[in-house]
């Protein structure tokens, strides 16, 4: 009986500590993308080659912030933090550019990453089947991706930039729902800073595509 209690609250404390990881987690996540709005907003009339230098120190503070996570909680949030206030800065151009366009489409791609994201993450929190067979094969694809958007800038492919962006909303498809088991299978909480830029990046990923695709759409 003795033993049984042990590893009732054995079970109890690992629950409780998963879905404090995953309100976290959350919270971080929803603190970036605040800070990556108020980036955007304050670039919004920045020109591209300051958009570049912000994304360089984007990347500069995410890799920073592996390093950071497992010996600072608050040095790791505050790189987060940076990092989505320089993230927004880096897409405050392309933002503005799509604004200009076609504003109804940043709304549409809102309300479509919000359905996305919520749909994927669940499905990936709930099953128990292991899916970093398939975080794998969406990271190589995501890397074969980029290379296809490379020839893009340089070749006229007819249909090009459509299959781009549905091609990186299924593999984005597999990262969300591999992140958000994560979140379900680690009880380690000073991981929750490094989960949630890469739920972040997961996010903002997947509304740049459907912001391409319904951008594309009123134009046709």
Known sequence: ?????????????????????????????????????????????????????AFIAAFGALIALQFAVQKSTGRAVGLL???????????????????????EALWEAGGATALFVAGFGAAGYATRRDLSAVARISSWGVLGLIAFGIVLIFVQISGGALIYSLVGLVLFAGLIAFDFQRLRQSTDLASAPLLAASIFLDILNVFLFFLQIFTRDSQS
Request: proline share 3%; aromatic share 10%.
């Open 1 to 53: 009986m003795t033993e049984s209690m042990t590893y009732s609250r054995t079970g109890a404390t690992g629950r409780d500590q998963t879905h404090t990881l995953f309100a976290q987690t959350m919270q971080y996540v929803a603190m970036t993308t605040g800070l990556f709005a108020l980036g955007a907003y304050l670039g919004r009339d920045l020109h591209g080659g300051v958009g570049i230098l």
């Open 81 to 103: 933090a940076g990092f989505g206030l320089l993230m927004g800065l880096a897409v405050a151009p392309t933002l503005a550019f799509y604004a200009s366009v076609d504003p």
